[in-house]
């Protein structure tokens, strides 16, 4: 296997050395872009629904987010304070703290005089796992991703993407759950831990081996598809171009230079593992997140006395949405879309991260988790979203219902500008200069998706191809290959192709969680009982 890997590594090198090359670079994409809008087309592949052709993908991710919420009693909302308690380390001497003997020598299958002894076990704090997988889904989709939503589907957009992400929450918590419940640790320490590994172990416990073992490995395969392009080479475009922009730089080989910096900056922290990582992770995540939250809270003030209409409008617009947006249905599709690729709940691959967190206790990850949507969700893209209706309300820079390809037409020059650029105008219409600093948060964004998705795509590596250091070093190269080729190409088919490998994820991980969940309610009983009694 590893001759084959070298092989591919080789024959790949010439691909990479000329997709500079301007030419081949169009003929490429060119090439690929069937093969692109096929799979995106066949991902996102629906079904006619009274009258409205609903994607597969997305209701599946409806009815299991809703189905969990129900099921665990609407654990987003009932479990958000002892989230916030894990998190700072409330319930930490849990993990260190000694069952007192009973008749039995046994408790669940351990010896009581060694329960403690399996908090040792993981690689990272509950913070650190939580700002991990923070890093990889809050984003450009929170930046860019709002503004075409809000441009397509109305003001009304926004309350279906909070509603995304409030039920989004309870996915969180099953997956990475059973994230932490199903992990391997490894005889170092490492742990190795994700849907591929709660998909062949949890489904080979309920007798189907055979099923867990393909979904598994499909996973796997998708992840690492999906780390290549969606959470890296979009992400190094995007910071490259932004870059360009702010500093006025012009040459065929700016991207290429950028490109080569943040490879090295990247591969700098990913060489550590995972506790390098979340080390990084920890610092850059709620300085930027800070940053951003800031300027949007100084406009919403600003723009206080118009409040109420903006919420008027998110809520009138979710039920009786403007003409020519799709009606209530489209509107709703818009909204989930969006707030699912931006949280990527139901996809599993945050699970990957919250794995190796150190505890015992299962159900304590995903209780923290489920923080993750919140934070992701409904309370930066809310954000973002009023500060464009604001915008919107003052200068009328666009019309709803006029968004194309991921682009918004202004009205006052008639020209298409990406979603990033809008939501700049926005708020520097408010803050003069605020696009240098959004600029910044961009690449920031950017890098922290990257080494958190260069996380999920190694677990992904190693599930298929072994743990050896061999295959670890090839798949840290191409990581860092694509960071370049992101930063200097304009493949667009390609990135397009592994975008929706993100969403593709939600297949093979859903079907799994709704055959697992029965053993993610045994983790929170055992939790929640143990807290109950540490506290009497």
């Not at 913070?127 to 503004?147: E, K, M, P, R, Y």
Request: with cysteine; hydrophobic share 50%; glycine share 12%.
């Amino acid at each position: 296997m590893k001759y084959k890997l070298l092989s591919i590594f080789i024959l790949f090198l010439p691909i990479l050395t000329f997709a500079q090359d301007k030419g081949l670079d169009e003929k490429v994409n060119d090439a690929f872009m069937p093969v692109a809008v096929w799979w995106e087309g066949f991902i996102l592949t629906s079904i006619p629904i009274a009258g409205y052709n609903l994607p597969i993908v997305l209701m599946l991710l409806i009815f299991g987010a809703t189905f969990f919420t129900i099921y665990f009693k609407f654990p987003n909302i009932t479990k958000f304070k002892l989230a916030i308690n894990t998190v700072r380390g409330k319930y930490d001497e849990l993990d260190h703290h000694s069952v007192e003997k009973a008749e039995l020598n046994i408790v669940d299958g351990d010896l009581v005089d060694t329960i403690g002894d399996e908090s040792k076990e993981g690689e990272v704090s509950h913070f650190q796992a939580l700002a991990t997988a923070v890093s990889g889904t809050v984003g450009l989709g929170n930046i860019a991703g709002v503004a075409v939503a809000i441009a397509l589907g109305g003001p009304g957009a926004t309350f279906w993407m909070i509603v995304c992400g409030l039920i989004g929450m309870s996915t969180k918590f099953v997956e990475c759950t059973l994230g932490v419940k199903y992990r391997d640790v490894g005889a170092d320490g490492t742990v190795y831990g994700g849907p591929m590994y709660y998909l062949s172990r949890g489904l080979k416990e309920k007798g189907f081996s055979g099923l867990g073992k393909g979904l598994g490995v499909t996973f796997a395969v998708l992840c690492v598809g999906a780390s290549f392009g969606g959470g890296n080479a979009f992400q190094s475009n995007q910071a490259a171009v932004q870059l360009s922009t702010m500093l006025n730089l012009q040459g065929g080989a700016t991207g290429v230079i950028i490109g080569i910096i943040l490879a090295f900056l990247v591969g700098i922290v990913i060489i550590g593992g995972i506790k390098k990582i979340a080390s990084v992770t920890e610092k850059i995540v709620p300085f930027m997140a800070g940053v951003y939250v800031l300027a949007s809270l100084v406009i919403i003030f600003a723009n206080i006395e118009y409040i109420g209409d903006a919420f008027a409008m998110i809520f009138n617009g979710a039920f009786t949405p403007m003409a020519g947006l799709g009606g209530i249905v489209g509107v709703i599709i818009v909204g989930f879309q969006r707030a699912a690729f931006s949280n990527e709940a139901g996809a599993g691959s945050a699970a990957i991260a919250h794995s190796a967190v150190k505890t015992k206790y299962p159900a304590s990850e995903g209780i923290v988790a489920l923080m993750e949507p919140f934070i992701d969700t409904v309370v930066i893209c809310t954000m973002t979203a009023l500060v464009i209706i604001f915008f919107n309300m003052d200068v009328g820079a666009f019309e709803y219902g006029n968004a194309v390809n991921s682009t918004v037409l202004i009205t006052e020059t008639g020209n298409y500008v990406g979603g990033v650029d809008l939501t700049s105008m926005a708020y520097d219409s408010v803050i003069p200069g605020f696009r240098y600093i959004l600029t910044i948060a961009i690449i920031l964004f950017a890098f922290s998706t990257m080494i958190s998705w260069s996380y999920y795509g190694l677990q992904s590596w190693k599930f298929l191809f072994g743990r050896g250091r061999y295959a670890d070093v090839v798949y840290k190269i191409l990581f860092l290959i694509f960071v370049i080729i992101g930063a200097g190409a304009t493949l667009d088919a390609v990135i397009k192709f592994s975008d929706a490998m993100i969403l593709a994820l939600v297949f093979p991980n859903m079907i799994g969680l709704l055959f697992l969940f029965p053993k993610v309610k045994e983790e929170l009983n055992k939790y929640v009982t143990d807290i109950k009694g540490m506290n009497k």
